[in-house]
């Protein structure tokens, strides 16, 4: 069975930095892509960013510059550096591959960016 599990989310001052990770178990991790998603209050939940099994990345245009998604198959973890958070970054951050034609979701990690 596929876990993932993210941590690291919390409450950051604007301009603030907070690194997510995503660790995966019954998976062979290495063989996937992977990709994180955030989920606002009342709003869709949107791609952040994927990163392909090669090492290919992909941002969605608000987030590109400040933050920076990246795996470490040997410990099967997804990380995302997220800098210059901004108010409007608050959101509930999911990481999620696609295994076996059926998409998995971690639990979430809350993000919450404010003064």
């Known amino acids: 069975q596929v876990q993932l599990v993210e941590s690291g989310g919390g409450l950051v001052q604007p301009g603030g930095s907070l690194r997510l990770s995503c660790a995966a178990s019954?998976?062979?991790?290495?063989?996937?892509?992977w990709s994180w998603y955030r989920q606002a209050p009342g709003k869709q939940r949107e791609l952040v960013a994927s990163?392909?099994?090669?090492?290919?990345?992909n941002y969605a245009d608000s987030m590109k510059g400040r933050f920076t998604i990246s795996r470490d198959n040997a410990e099967k973890t997804l990380y995302l550096q997220m800098n210059s958070l901004k108010p409007e970054d608050t959101a509930v951050y999911y990481c999620?591959?696609?295994?076996?034609?059926?998409?998995?979701w971690g639990q979430g990690t809350q993000v919450t960016v404010s003064s």
């Open positions: 019954g998976i062979i991790f290495r063989l996937y892509a």
């Open positions: 990163i392909s099994d090669a090492g290919s990345t």
């Open positions: 999620n591959t696609r295994y076996r034609g059926s998409l998995v």
